[in-house]
């Protein structure tokens, strides 16, 4: 992988990193269109990083079903508390395999541009 398409990447995991810190935002019904907004663009960014790079985890299917598990604000707003707090688990379990990856693709990075591993930007 070339330099710039490790830095687009970079760029890449970033953008859906805080599409999935807004996927767990507190909405409002009147947001449900934004919700589905950030859904569509977790699952479009997700296909351009998988064909990207390899990643084991989070799973495609293990974030389709979360995903999927959460068709609309209104549906999760009639919810019980474990179901949602069954779901901000995974957000969270995911969430997290996000860093994971954008910290080893960062370190592939900064080799790149030939710094050491512990340099800042």
């Not at 299917?61 to 995903?67: F, S, T």
């Not at 969430?95 to 693709?105: N, P, V």
Request: some cysteine; glycine content about 6%.
């Amino acid at each position: 992988m070339t330099s710039k398409e490790i830095n687009q990447l970079v760029t890449q995991i970033e953008t859906h990193i805080e599409c999935w810190k807004q996927f767990n935002q507190k909405f409002t019904v009147a947001d449900d269109h934004n919700f589905l907004e950030i859904k569509s663009i977790i699952v479009q960014e997700l296909e351009l990083i998988f064909a990207a790079v390899e990643v084991q985890t989070p799973s495609r299917e293990e974030i389709h079903a979360l995903i999927g598990n959460a068709p609309s604000l209104r549906y999760l707003s009639e919810q019980g508390e474990g179901t949602l707090r069954n779901l901000e688990t995974q957000w969270h379990r995911i969430y997290i395999g996000w860093h994971a990856i954008l910290g080893q693709i960062k370190v592939k990075q900064r080799a790149a541009a030939g710094r050491g591993f512990w340099s800042r930007k």
